[in-house]
């Protein structure tokens, strides 16, 4: 079923686009991530243009978290005062990213920066994520023997910084400079490359801000929710990238992606899924280096006349 895209100006499978949604909810449900950190790669790979998927991801994302947010917030895993904090910061760095989209655009460079900061984000995350669950596994061979559970805290540098608030349900007593940071960062990236930022956000707020797990997925895809709404906003009148068509294709994926998510991530072993998880961002980087000195089907140059 072939459907036409018009800001990709090319023509795609209908049910690829759709099942790729699915694979982004079905990560958002189960990790608490947004998932477009494999819907971008995965959309350059059909032959989308890297601005056009990094733009629609951010659209398709917004909806793949809002079934998440209403999940955790009926078990109270949201704390929506610091995630307002953080939203704070995302919007910042929407409105910072979009500026720099629009310079690397218009330097002719925002493809191979978006295919590089792909290849370093998911080389690393898929590295320590794979090492993590390989110790869990198996803590004898791979280095990760029994320890003593180590008290929850902030990192040391969120300690120093000053006016400090109380999060009650994290269970934090921190300064708000330090989410605040995390989402303008979040924020960034998200606008550069069409990602949630929860693969960066949850390990953020676990081991820099210290917040308790049993909030942590909730907050993270209520934030994303709000983060890439906006980019998405930002993207259509600014860069003019989003397509429609391509994001609703996505959508009716990730939406029921989300539902599955919730229920498979209640039954099956963590470490397993990390494993797995691990194993796909590992090979899709991978293919994006690869990608990047392969030599193109149609080479041309322009030059004035």
């Known amino acids: 079923m072939d459907v036409y895209l018009p800001i990709a100006n090319l023509a795609v499978n209908g049910l690829l686009i759709i099942a790729l949604g699915a694979a982004t909810g079905i990560l958002s449900g189960v990790f608490g991530v947004g998932g477009g950190f494999l819907t971008t790669p995965l959309l350059i790979f059909s032959g989308?243009?890297?601005?056009?998927?990094?733009?629609?991801?951010?659209?398709?994302?917004?909806?793949?978290?809002?079934?998440?947010?209403?999940?955790?917030?009926?078990?109270?895993?949201?704390?929506?005062?610091?995630?307002?904090?953080i939203v704070a910061g995302g919007m910042l760095g929407a409105l910072l990213g979009a500026g720099l989209f629009n310079l690397l655009r218009d330097l002719g460079q925002i493809d191979v920066v978006i295919n590089i900061l792909y290849v370093i984000l998911l080389g690393t995350i898929g590295a320590l994520?794979?090492?993590?669950?390989?110790?869990?596994?198996?803590?004898?061979?791979?280095?990760?023997?029994?320890?003593?559970?180590?008290?929850?805290?902030?990192?040391?540098?969120?300690?120093?910084?000053?006016?400090?608030?109380r999060f009650y349900r994290s269970g934090l007593y921190i300064s708000p400079l330090?989410?605040?940071?995390?989402?303008?960062?979040?924020?960034?990236?998200?606008?550069?490359?069409?990602?949630?930022?929860?693969?960066?956000?949850?390990?953020?707020?676990?081991?820099?801000l210290g917040m308790s797990a049993k909030v942590v997925v909730g907050t993270s895809l209520f934030n994303i929710l709000f983060i890439t709404m906006l980019v998405t906003l930002v993207h259509a009148f600014t860069t003019r990238a989003v397509d429609i068509v391509l994001a609703g294709l996505l959508l009716i994926g990730s939406v029921t992606g989300a539902q599955l998510g919730t229920k498979i991530?209640?039954?099956?072993?963590?470490?397993?899924?990390?494993?797995?998880?691990?194993?796909?961002?590992?090979?899709?980087?991978?293919?994006?280096?690869?990608?990047?000195?392969?030599?193109?089907?149609?080479?041309?140059?322009v030059v004035p006349l």
Do not use: C
């Open 265 to 301: 991530a209640s039954f099956a072993k963590p470490e397993h899924l990390r494993l797995v998880l691990a194993a796909i961002v590992l090979a899709i980087a991978l293919r994006m280096a690869g990608n990047l000195f392969v030599q193109p089907d149609e080479v041309y140059s």
């Open 178 to 208: 330090g989410p605040l940071i995390l989402g303008l960062i979040v924020g960034v990236l998200t606008m550069l490359m069409g990602v949630g930022g929860g693969f960066i956000m949850v390990p953020a707020m676990l081991y820099i």
């Open 129 to 165: 994520m794979g090492r993590e669950a390989l110790q869990s596994l198996w803590p004898g061979r791979f280095g990760g023997g029994k320890k003593s559970a180590a008290k929850r805290r902030h990192h040391p540098m969120i300690a120093g910084l000053p006016y400090r608030w």
């Open 48 to 85: 989308i243009p890297p601005t056009v998927a990094a733009a629609s991801a951010a659209t398709q994302v917004t909806g793949a978290s809002v079934s998440g947010v209403f999940a955790h917030g009926r078990n109270d895993g949201v704390d929506y005062h610091i995630g307002l904090v």
